[in-house]
């Protein structure tokens, strides 16, 4: 299986207006499938400028027509906010409109004050996922919603929109913890975590033990899953000059990622918005070139991964600085992952 890139996206306001922001983002991914992407996955925010396009159903219903080949999708939907008919139809839609190219990430939510906004419980929302999952997978795989609730209510209803792809668009889940990803290999999900220092790399090992006891040596008849990091990405001509300029993008970006919890009095997410720290853990990925590929090399020489995730837009980047970060990753990284996951059978755990 060839090892296979994406892009991360939050839609972050930046320094921009929200228009510019979603305009913007879409050339961008328009450039990114040109420019060999596999996959563009958005985030899910509410109430916060660490996203300017709380419904990613919008963006990605806009990009699946200006896109024919890179797959597109949420990651993730907040699953404990959405009626699961409503969902199940929107999905089934989105995988109409790009013609088969949807991933669906599915997820609880990471934070209790967006949560707050949407009328959930964060105590709760964990339960409320698993039902909400249970109910959008059956309603898509059979076409027909019928769930008796516990948390949430009962349905008896006929679909009116099949997804293309049967018996529902592949799911993906991001984490970086053992037990999720053994939950997650079991089911033959698609699985995105952080680097955390070399952390994920248990979890990664654990998600393809638990897959091949599962499925077997040949896996289920669909196609493999990715299993794979997510890192922030920024390449300058020197090391000095882009870890700088990362520095000043991230700070931006972080103070919108920790806006929600400030405002709470709650310093517990403040440990993310250390540039430097994200750096030395693997999580960030800033430097020449040269600097770059080596440390993407040595983290899929370290794991068993087959998927890299990107985020390379966020902050005050401008357009033009966007644009150069994806030329010098898709240009001068990804030739060479893919070199060498060639000659290394692209990094797949085997079981032996």
């Known amino acids: 299986m060839s090892f296979a ?41 509410h109430g916060t400028p660490l996203s300017v396009c709380p419904s990613p159903n919008l963006f990605l219903a806009a990009l699946s027509q200006r896109t024919s080949r890179m797959r597109l999708g949420p990651l993730v939907y907040v699953l404990p906010a959405y009626d699961p008919l409503r969902l199940a139809e929107e999905i089934a839609v989105l995988d109409q409109l790009s013609g088969g190219r949807l991933d669906v990430g599915v997820g609880s939510g990471v934070s209790p004050y967006e949560l707050a906004f949407l009328g959930v419980d964060a105590s709760r929302a964990r339960a409320i996922y698993a039902e909400t999952l249970d109910a959008v997978r059956t309603g898509l795989s059979t076409g027909q919603l019928t769930h008796s609730g516990t948390l949430l209510r009962d349905y008896d209803v006929t679909l009116s929109v099949r997804p293309v792809q049967q018996p529902h668009p592949p799911l993906w889940y991001a984490s970086s913890n053992t037990a999720t990803a053994e939950w997650a290999g079991a089911h033959g999900v698609n699985f995105v975590g952080k680097w955390n220092g070399g952390k994920v790399v248990s979890a990664v090992q654990a998600y393809w033990a638990k897959y091949y006891e599962v499925h077997g040596d040949a896996g289920p008849a669909a196609p493999a899953p990715r299993i794979g990091v997510q890192s922030t990405v920024y390449i300058g001509a020197t090391d000095d000059e882009a870890c700088d300029r990362f520095r000043k993008a991230n700070d931006v970006f972080m103070r919108q990622l920790t806006h929600l919890w400030h405002l709470n009095d709650d310093p517990s997410v403040d440990a993310l918005a250390d540039s430097d720290a994200a750096i030395r ?46 030329r010098a990753f898709t240009e001068e990284i990804i030739p060479a992952v893919r070199e060498q996951t060639g000659r290394n059978g692209g990094g797949t755990f085997t079981g032996s």
């Not at 306001?13 to 992407?37: K, M, Q, Y």
């Not at 020449?288 to 990107?310: G, W």
């Open 5 to 45: 890139f994406g892009i991360f996206d939050s839609f972050d306001l930046g320094i921009s207006t929200p228009r510019e922001v979603l305009a913007n983002r879409l050339d961008f991914a328009v450039a990114a499938e040109a420019a060999g992407i596999d996959h563009y996955h958005v985030t899910e925010h």
């Open 281 to 326: 853990g693997g999580n960030a990925l800033a430097g020449s070139v040269e600097t770059v590929r080596d440390a993407l090399l040595a983290q899929v020489d370290a794991a068993p991964i087959n998927f890299f995730e990107a985020t390379l837009w966020f902050g005050d980047l401008s357009p033009d600085e966007a644009h150069a970060n994806l």
